[in-house]
């Protein structure tokens, strides 16, 4: 990680485009929109959703999101709950690598007791 320091927000745009310039370079792309897929992880819940499982879903939002972006995976799109369930949404480049990976990163921590993963 490296930090930029810019005076202005136009000195800041210009140090940004510098960096994206160079990764363009570099070989480094845009994925398009169209070949992202949406993952959707799965809680149980012992009612139709709570206060607090409200805030236990953001907080596992925070947590996949983080997960996702330095795993290279991709960023969270959003949560739901309702109905006994509570969804975290993932927009992915690639679904079954980025199953195998939360799977695997989310073993012994808060985040392990899903359901399911699942694409939507």
Do not use: C, N
Request: hydrophobic fraction near 40%; aromatic fraction near 6%; charged fraction near 35%.
């Amino acid at each position: 990680m490296r930090e930029h320091s810019a005076q202005s927000e136009v000195e800041a745009a210009r140090i940004l485009a510098r960096l994206r310039d160079s990764a363009r370079e570099d070989g480094y792309r845009s994925i398009a929109e169209s070949r992202m897929k949406l993952l959707v992880v799965e809680y149980e819940l012992d009612s139709w959703g709570s206060p607090g499982d409200l805030e236990m879903r953001h907080r596992l939002e925070d947590e996949f999101d983080d997960l996702a972006g330095w795993l290279g995976l991709g960023h969270l799109d959003g949560g739901s709950i309702g109905s006994g369930t509570m969804e975290v949404a993932l927009v992915v480049v690639d679904f079954d690598i980025a199953k195998l990976a939360l799977e695997r990163e989310t073993k012994g921590t808060e985040m392990a007791g899903f359901r399911r993963i699942y694409r939507s």
